[in-house]
T-cell receptor
Framework: KQEVTQIPAALSVPEGENLVLNCSFT??????LQWFRQDPGKGLTSLLL?????REQTSGRLNASLDKSSGRSTLYIAASQPGDSATYLC??????????FGAGTRLTVKP | GAVVSQHPSWVICKSGTSVKIECRSL??????MFWYRQFPKQSLMLMAT?????????EQGVEKDKFLINHASLTLSTLTVTSAHPEDSSFYIC???????????FGSGTRLTVV
């Protein structure tokens, strides 16, 4: 059974800092990994989807990397802004079916 | 593309009543949809897998008679919380696997409060 762990659980940084969120998973036989953002009381917004054949994906100030062999992914956020404050979730497929989520990293960017 | 619409976004109901939550794929067909539940400050936990035209598959510990799932068409799955109790208060989110984006897309979630 796939287990997903995210570190740190919470992070508070001043505006403008670059930061890294970490995700690890136990079963490396995945075909993709997805990073989501969740604002309080809201649903999920997909940020980046990395296919197993890729090592990284970039979207604006976000960069996600994937190392399947070691079961790790990182989400890098450059020049953080208060609007980036949210919970960031990492998820990987469980076989060919549903997704398994980490507990998330709650990010606060202070003005 | 690959949008999933979920309604209602929030609902308050009395204990003992039933509540139906709808999940629609707007621009693609979803033979499989997933229902998740999220308690405060916790991550999403899969409740059940909804398959079009057949019975849903429930995760261990989820009561199928309490959480009724119907997936009558390729674009609609519904979750009905029957005889709701305060402990059923939670955030319910549906998702569908969208080949269009080769990933999973999620509804906006439903905040259920049972009083």
């Amino acid at each position: 059974k796939q287990e997903v762990t995210q570190i740190p659980a919470a992070l508070s940084v001043p505006e403008g800092e670059n930061l890294v969120l970490n995700c690890s998973f136990t079963d490396s036989a995945i075909y993709n990994l997805q990073w989501f953002r969740q604002d309080p009381g809201k649903g999920l917004t997909s940020l980046l989807l990395i296919q197993s054949s890729q090592r990284e994906q970039t979207s604006g100030r976000l960069n996600a990397s994937l190392d399947k062999s070691s079961g790790r992914s990182t989400l890098y956020i450059a020049a953080s802004q208060p609007g980036d404050s949210a919970t960031y979730l990492c998820a990987v497929p469980q076989g060919d079916n549903d997704m398994r989520f980490g507990a998330g990293t709650r990010l606060t960017v202070k003005p | 593309g690959a949008v999933v619409s979920q309604h209602p976004s929030w609902v308050i109901c009395k204990s003992g009543t039933s509540v139906k939550i709808e999940c629609r794929s707007l621009d693609f067909q979803a033979t499989t949809m997933f229902w998740y539940r999220q308690f405060p400050k916790q991550s999403l936990m899969l409740m059940a897998t909804s398959n079009e035209g057949s019975k849903a598959t429930y995760e261990q510990g989820v009561e199928k008679d309490k959480f009724l799932i119907n997936h009558a068409s390729l674009t609609l799955s519904t979750l009905t919380v029957t005889s709701a109790h305060p402990e059923d208060s939670s955030f319910y989110i549906c998702s569908a696997k969208a080949e269009l984006v080769r990933g999973y897309t999620f509804g906006s979630g439903t905040r259920l409060t049972v009083v």
